[in-house]
Structures are given as C-alpha cells and as structure tokens.
C-alpha cells in the first residue's frame, strides 16, 4: 500500500466513526469488569454478601458445603473462558481503533471468542447434568444444541471462517491483477 493510500484511509470518516466507537466501546467493557472491584476496594466495609443461597450456573446452594468439588473447578474453569473470552473482544476492538477491520489477526480474535464462548457453552451443559445428578444427562446434551452460548459462539465462528476466506479471496485477486 503506497504512501496516498495510507493518508487516504486515515481521512476516511466512516474509518473514523469505527474507531470512535470501538474506543467508546472498549472502555464501557473496561468500565464493565473494573467498577465493582473499586466500589469493593473502597467500601470493603459496606460489602455485605447475601446471606441465604449461592449460585453458580444459575444453579442455587445453600451454603458452600452444599456445593460438589467439581462445581467448583467448573466455575473456575468457566470465570477463565469468560475472561479469555472478554480480553479477546477488547484485543480485537483495539484492532479496530488502529484501523484493522479485516486483518488475519482480528480473524484469529474472532476464533478465540468462539472458542471461549463455546467453552463456557460446554462447561453449561456440564454443570446442569451435574447439578441434576445426572438423571437428566441425555436431555443436558440435548439441551446442549440448544444453549445460547454454544449457538452464539459457532455463529462467531462461521463469520470469523467468512471473513478469513474473503481476505484470501481479496489476496489473491490483488496478486492477479
């Protein structure tokens, strides 16, 4: 790409709209995971946990004794996915920002969203079996096709396979012309 190209694609307005609201947008998720910590750093006083029930997966115990070990590294393993899956999205938005809109690299972010958002999708399905004892097994694997997480993340997927077959499409056309 020659020198006018470069100037010309830094002035383009709707280039620059992308990344105002790419910016806007990676620091509301920013904001997202950051103001409770700080509102429990500077009211670690205040801080009153609810007492009664705790929830993981949407799945409510008692009390932590209530809850089997293998919940546990189940929502370890899904507060992993979901943060992998959240830097990934402000990787690719920070792409975004710098004026990368079809790079091999916001492909691979896409790739890794899925991954994670298919993950945590799995480790769903998992915990509902496990939470219902296993009687209701066949129908968490049924359930499984139907979970937004999974859907959503192979829907990712396919646009992120989209798009990484439309730069080798526009690669190859720039190499026969």
């Known amino acids: 790409m020659n020198a006018h190209e470069t100037a010309t694609k830094s002035n383009n307005p709707r280039l620059k709209r992308i990344q105002k ?4 947008l990676k620091f509301c998720v920013i904001f997202y995971f950051l103001a409770p910590l700080v509102i429990i750093v500077f009211n670690l006083k205040g801080v009153h946990l609810a007492k009664g029930t705790i929830a993981i997966f949407n799945h409510a115990y008692a009390s932590t ?6 919940m546990f590294v189940l929502s370890g393993a899904g507060y ?4 992998l899956g959240a830097c990934s999205f402000i990787r690719l938005l920070s792409l975004y920002e710098k004026g990368v809109i079809f790079g091999a690299a916001n492909i691979s972010e896409l790739k890794i969203m899925s991954r994670c958002l298919v993950s945590y999708g799995l480790l769903v399905v998992a915990a509902n079996a496990i939470y219902t004892g296993g009687i209701a097994f066949p129908f968490a694997l049924l359930d499984g096709f139907a979970c ?3 859907v959503v993340g192979g829907a990712v997927y396919i646009v992120a396979w989209i798009m990484d077959e439309g730069r080798k ?7 026969t012309v």
Do not use: R, T
Request: hydrophobic share 50%; charged share 15%; no cysteine.
């Open 21 to 24: 609201v790419s910016h806007i």
């Open 65 to 70: 004794e209530n809850i089997p070990n293998v």
């Open 80 to 83: 992993l996915a979901f943060l």
């Open 148 to 150: 937004p997480w999974i």
């Open 169 to 175: 499409i526009q690669k190859e056309q720039e190499l």
